[in-house]
Antibody
Framework: QLQLQESGPGLVKPSETLSLTCTVS??????????WGWIRQPPGKGLEWIGS???????YYNPSLKSRVTISVDTSKNQFSLKLSSVTAADTAVYYC??????????????????WGQGTLVTVSS | QSVLTQPPSVSGAPGQRVTISCTGS?????????VHWYQQLPGTAPKLLIY???NRPSGVPDRFSGSKSGTSASLAITGLQAEDEADYYC??????????FGGGTKLTVL
């Protein structure tokens, strides 16, 4: 059974870079059938897609976050990672990683997220 | 403000049927992009409930069903049970090159 687990610092200072890693177990991140994504949820609020990546390294980012986001993949470790720069208090959220079941082209993505990791709370505060 | 609009809350008594709407526009649902639904129980990660507008993953009870028409989609839950009390989110794609989620709907079982 595929499982995903987020890891990284739970506290980040304003203006610094948030870094998280998602470790995939029970399946290969190099599968040609899937992409891998990051989604966040501010406390008490809804879900926001951050971005997705294919094992080859192709990335797709939320236009509203694109200037601050970098997602990368390490197939040797079966992991993918998120970096969000210049964070502010508005970036405080539970960050989830998830498998994206679908297909992305240069003009659209057609798919859904399943399964999800348990999530990790990242607080931005000095 | 979410790109996809959901009612903040719905409620129903055990055994009843409730529906949750997800309203989009011509740049997402109306453009033909599929709608997917997630259930988020308190304190847990979202779980896929419906994919491709109306398909249930294995293990999801047939009390849950989805539909799509025009620029909107709906999630219906029949035979409401106490354990259905959760937040529900719709998801689609928008031609602004972004996955989009609804703002979420809190279901209360009375």
């Amino acid at each position: 059974q595929l499982q995903l687990q987020e890891s990284g610092p739970g506290l980040v200072k304003p203006s610094e870079t948030l870094s998280l890693t998602c470790t995939v177990s029970g399946g290969s991140i190099s599968s040609s059938s899937y992409y891998w994504g990051w989604i966040r949820q501010p406390p008490g609020k809804g879900l926001e897609w951050i971005g997705s990546i294919y094992y080859s390294g192709s990335t797709y980012y939320n236009p509203s976050l694109k200037s601050r986001v970098t997602i990368s993949v390490d197939t040797s470790k079966n992991q993918f990672s998120l970096k969000l720069s210049s964070v502010t208090a508005a970036d405080t959220a539970v960050y989830y990683c998830a498998r994206y079941v679908g297909y992305c082209s240069s003009t659209s993505c057609l798919g859904w997220f399943d399964p999800w990791g348990q999530g990790t709370l990242v607080t931005v505060s000095s | 403000q979410s790109v996809l609009t959901q009612p903040p809350s719905v409620s129903g008594a055990p055994g009843q049927r409730v529906t949750i709407s997800c309203t989009g526009s011509s740049s997402n649902i109306g453009a033909g992009y599929d709608v997917h639904w997630y259930q988020q129980l308190p304190g847990t990660a979202p779980k896929l409930l419906i994919y491709g507008n109306s398909n249930r993953p294995s293990g999801v009870p047939d009390r849950f069903s989805g539909s799509k028409s025009g620029t909107s989609a709906s999630l219906a839950i029949t035979g409401l049970q106490a354990e259905d009390e959760a937040d529900y989110y719709c998801q689609s794609y928008d031609s602004s090159l972004s996955e989009v989620f609804g703002g979420g709907t809190k279901l209360t079982v009375l």
